[in-house]
């Protein structure tokens, strides 16, 4: 297996303030890979970082072996990294299938088939693919989300939180449609705050806290982990 994406050292943050002070992590080809930890431990920003929409102090962001550290998000994603930030993750004014055109903008060859494609995957959008994104369901909104990162076939998928916020119902469907586009072949990274459903479904994980590595390994064995199952599975411990 080879690495697709390649994070080494990421020291980053806001003004003044630095956040991350040397995170690592690896995604192999086809993997799924959890990035759990406590609210304001980084996640988010070392997704934004990675991505390129924040810069990169020190350390390194490697796509598959190419360097690509502070390079803008345009260019980022040309080369097979996509990125569903938590919010705002859809333009809510366009319709479902503009938001879908929007995806693949920089590549016009082929719209039609990953339109189609990108149909078959979410069917419920199907019904809607003339309705403004805004008035989608919070789930429907997700599942656009997702299949606007997908417009470009990207070799790893950065997910900020998929399910925050959706009924448990949705969660469910959700993390279904994500193992389904890992399985066609996509990596991903996946931060969440749903630790034990997020452990379930990935190969690796790591535990980020207060801007550091925590903790890293098999996800089923953090599953496992005394540790992890006290700070992070911490309420759902009694009904696994
Ligand atoms: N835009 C921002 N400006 C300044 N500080 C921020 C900003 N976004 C996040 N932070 C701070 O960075 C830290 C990490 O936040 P974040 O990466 O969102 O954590 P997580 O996603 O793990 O909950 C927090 O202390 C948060 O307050
Ligand atoms: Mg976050």
């Not at 040397?22 to 406590?38: T, W």
């Not at 990125?83 to 903008?105: D, R």
């Not at 494609?117 to 989608?136: I, K, S, W």
């Amino acid at each position: 297996m080879s690495i697709v994406l390649q994070a080494t050292g990421i020291v980053a943050g806001y003004g003044e303030v630095e956040i991350l002070h040397g995170v690592s992590l690896s995604v192999q080809e086809g993997e799924m890979v959890a990035v759990i930890g406590p609210n304001g431990a980084g996640k988010s920003t070392l997704l934004k970082t990675i991505f390129g929409l924040l810069p990169v102090r020190e350390g390194t962001v490697l796509l598959r072996g190419e360097d690509v550290t502070n390079q803008p998000p345009d260019r980022i994603v040309t080369k097979g990294m996509s990125f569903v930030p938590q919010t705002e993750n859809v333009f809510p004014s366009l319709s479902v299938n503009e938001n879908l055109e929007m995806g693949a903008f920089i590549r016009r060859d082929g719209l039609r088939e990953r339109l189609e494609r990108a149909y078959d995957l979410f069917p419920d959008l199907t019904a809607r693919r003339g309705d403004r994104a805004g008035q989608l369901s919070g789930g429907q909104r997700q599942m656009l989300a997702l299949a606007r990162a997908l417009m470009l076939d990207p070799d790893v998928l950065l997910l900020d939180e998929p399910s925050a916020s959706l009924s448990p119902k949705m969660v469910d469907s959700l993390f279904e449609k994500i193992g389904e586009i890992n399985r066609t072949g996509t990596a991903i990274l996946l931060v969440e705050q749903n630790a034990r459903e997020a452990l379930a479904k990935s190969q690796q994980a790591y535990v980020l806290a207060m801007g550091e590595n925590r903790l890293e390994g098999k996800a089923a064995d953090l599953l496992d982990n005394e540790e992890v199952a006290k700070l992070y599975l911490g309420s759902d411990l009694n009904d696994a």
